[in-house]
């Protein structure tokens, strides 16, 4: 009766054995190509999918297991429920056990796209238009479109797409990262807007959340080092203050548009634009640029200066002057008569 009950066991044993010797080395991804070639195989994964339909959905790509191998499989590795959805790169001959701590892990290829602070809104667009990972809905609306889409009151999404990289599953639709962008601005911006109404608690230079976005875009576009940008917004606040114009290059360069070829002339400051800062008094009608988070906090905060100008020294750093005449010596110095240590020309 032992030896039975014993053999049985062994049996069993074996069996069991056998079992998770299969699950870990039966090749359930298919080898495409040559025989000996190894590569890796795209599958994905719908979202809200359980176990069972996971494993139809993947018998339907190409995995040479029958769903219900796949669900005693999953069950009996105790990840069931936690399959991750979205798309996944197995090797090929890659076995059922692999595959499925793979899910579980979550370890699925995974997308990026970028959005640099100091880009235009065609310069994003163009971005994310030409990402291959992405399907592109928003390709062919306007900015207009795009803004309504975005639920912005705008008529432009400009400056309203907050510079980060986003990380997404391939074939997520191109609004999502919009909306993502958006969101975090939204976010960012009435953060800044907060410290700016604490900062000046009896009002300051700026009416709204949008004109300190607009602010911002400028000193994204105007900053050579990321430690001026308090200096350049003190600036701009002390210009708006007294009523003087901005005078600002990256606004003009944004009224020229993409036909801008790097080369800012007397006679493009001088063309009336709604932009042209040099003729038009305030700030321009829209952002410029995506902000960064520093020069959103530097436009809400700027630095406790009398500043009213500045100038690029040539080395990526900027001369500030309180009066005109400190200003003209400081243009005489490094633009107009650059010293020998001067090594770039002055923006």
């Known amino acids: 009766m032992i030896s039975k009950l014993r053999i049985g066991l062994v049996i069993a044993?074996?069996?069991?054995?056998?079992?998770?010797?299969?699950?870990?080395?039966?090749?359930?991804?298919?080898k495409p190509g040559s025989p000996g070639v190894s590569t890796e195989l795209r599958f994905k994964v719908l979202p809200k999918s359980g176990v069972s339909s996971i494993a139809q959905q993947l018998h339907q790509q190409g995995i040479r297991v029958p769903t219900w191998v796949f669900q005693?499989?999953?069950r009996s590795?105790?990840?069931?429920?936690?399959?991750?959805?979205?798309?996944y790169a197995f090797p090929a001959d890659a076995s059922l056990a692999s595959i499925l701590l793979q899910m579980a892990r979550g370890d699925r290829i995974r997308e990026t796209v970028k959005i640099i602070p100091g880009m235009s809104i065609w310069q994003v667009r163009a971005a994310i238009d030409t990402h291959p990972a992405l399907v592109h809905q928003s390709i062919k609306i306007s900015d207009q479109e795009l803004a309504k889409a975005l639920g912005l009151s705008q008529s432009s999404p400009e400056g309203f797409l907050?510079?980060?990289?986003?990380?997404?599953?391939?074939?997520?639709?191109?609004?999502?990262?919009y909306q993502r962008a958006n969101a975090s601005m939204q976010k960012q911006l009435g953060a800044?807007?907060?410290?700016?109404?604490?900062?000046?608690?009896?009002?300051?230079?700026l009416k709204n959340p949008y004109q300190l976005l607009i602010l911002a875009s400028i000193i994204e576009k105007e900053t050579g080092q990321s430690g001026e940008?308090?200096?350049?917004?003190?600036?701009?606040?002390?210009?708006?203050?007294?009523?003087?114009?901005?005078?600002?290059?990256?606004?003009v360069i944004y009224g020229i548009g993409r036909k801008f070829d790097g080369d800012i002339k007397k006679a493009d400051l001088r063309r009336d634009t709604p932009y042209n800062t040099y003729m038009r008094a305030g700030l321009p009608p829209t952002p410029i640029a995506m902000p960064s988070k520093e020069s959103l906090l530097a436009a809400a905060q700027p630095v406790l200066s009398n500043a009213l100008y500045f100038v690029a020294k040539g080395d990526g750093s900027s001369q500030f002057s309180t009066t005109l005449v400190e200003h003209e010596a400081a243009v005489d110095r490094y633009q107009r008569n650059p010293t020998k240590t001067v090594s770039k020309p002055a923006r």
């Open 13 to 30: 044993l074996g069996l069991i054995g056998i079992y998770y010797l299969a699950l870990f080395t039966w090749g359930v991804v298919p």
């Open 72 to 74: 005693i499989g999953a």
């Open 77 to 87: 590795l105790g990840v069931g429920s936690k399959l991750k959805p979205g798309t």
């Open 162 to 177: 907050f510079p980060d990289t986003y990380v997404f599953d391939p074939d997520d639709l191109d609004l999502s990262i």
């Open 192 to 205: 800044a807007w907060d410290l700016y109404t604490k900062t000046y608690p009896n009002g300051g230079t």
């Open 229 to 251: 940008r308090g200096m350049i917004s003190a600036v701009f606040h002390n210009r708006l203050k007294k009523g003087m114009l901005l005078q600002t290059d990256p606004t």
